[in-house]
């Protein structure tokens, strides 16, 4: 059973940190969302990008449309940024149910968890978005012209990126819960062809296009990042086993 579930702290004390934790985290993406919001209008025309490079133009439908669309990349801008304090948060939370050994890995933590949630990011915005806007908008032809919603559009770039961002926690997420004890590195390679399965099935819902190419390109980094994350449980699971020896 996982350390966090001892009785170190009572239950009333476990939600009152959460809550300041959750605090904290908001208080540092409202911090960066007024850095990230004068160079929203920048942002929103790189992400439009793979619109203009089909030779097609975004409006907006409603009067307040655009200015919220430019809060809503502003937002997103803030999460990339403030990643590394909410990072930070999430680790200051688990910290408690760690051994003493343990807690220097905060800063790995922190580092490793930012750059693979911006490496995320930037995948979906370069590889995954570009193939998939591409695609659906080859169906355009003689009396069916696309009409896109700038509030839309922004709608869909933005939970893909926010997905893989989450998706490409997946290795570092693993290792803190080997290292907790809630899995074990046998247990999740004995259920490796659950994650695969797993991984077309998410591809094939999260996805916005039908075709194999693009469900493959977030597949298969579901898949190398899980493979990766069997990976660190291994090393780190052994080096937490060789500490806790160690101390005791």
Known sequence: MSRLLDDKMPFMEHLGELRTRIVRSLIAVLIALVIAFPASPYVLDFLSRPIVATGHQLVFVAVTEAFWTQMKVALFCALFLAAPAVLWQVWRFVEPGLHRHERRYAIPFVVV????????????????TPNAVAFLLSYARPGLQPMIS??????????????????????????????????????????????????????AILTPTPDVVNQSLMAGPIIVLYEIGIVCAKVFGRRAARATVGAA
């Open 150 to 203: 700038i509030g839309a559009y922004i709608d869909f770039l933005l939970k893909f990126t926010l997905a893989f961002g989450a998706v490409f926690e997946v290795p570092l997420g693993m290792t803190l819960a080997a290292r907790m004890g809630l899995v074990t590195p046998k247990a999740l390679a004995r259920n490796r062809k659950y994650a695969v399965l797993g991984a077309f099935i998410a591809a």
């Open 113 to 128: 968890g930012s750059v693979m949630f911006i490496a995320g990011g930037a995948f979906s915005l370069l590889v995954v």
